[in-house]
């Protein structure tokens, strides 16, 4: 499966964004899907994930409350709202998708994920 993530920019803190990613293939409502960050001189950390029908999902602390993660199988494509960002959130997303069996929360969180989109660009001002 081929990834493309989209819908990255400056916004000043306070604002929102919604990233997109859409795959190609027929088999996306198969895979769990999860978006990743990383900061400069940082690693790659995860941000949130959703099961392959969207009854669960799963975020990282530090985005809880404010991120909302959401998937339309019919358009292949998952979404990322961010609402109230912070400079702290000032990375490269990146959307992947896994073929992980067993999705809940707490496997799709844990998950190997095997395929990736080439990230997007996310800088959020003080």
């Known amino acids: 499966v081929q990834l493309q993530a989209s819908g990255g920019g400056l916004v000043q803190a306070g604002g929102s964004l919604r990233l997109s990613c859409t795959a190609s293939g027929r088999t996306f409502s198969s895979y769990a899907m999860g978006w990743f960050r990383q900061a400069p001189g940082k690693e790659r950390e995860f941000v949130a994930a959703?099961?392959?029908?969207?009854?669960?999902?799963a975020y990282a602390d530090s985005v809880k409350g404010r991120f909302t993660i959401s998937r339309d199988n019919a358009k292949n494509t998952v979404y990322l709202q961010m609402n109230i960002l912070k400079p702290e959130d000032t990375a490269v997303y990146y959307c992947?998708?896994?073929?992980?069996?067993?999705?809940?929360?707490?496997?799709?969180?844990?998950?190997?994920?095997?395929?990736w989109g080439q990230g997007t660009q996310v800088t959020v001002s003080s």
């Open positions: 992947a998708a896994s073929t992980i069996a067993l999705q809940n929360t707490g496997t799709i969180r844990t998950a190997k994920y095997d395929y």
């Open positions: 959703i099961s392959r029908s969207g009854t669960f999902t």
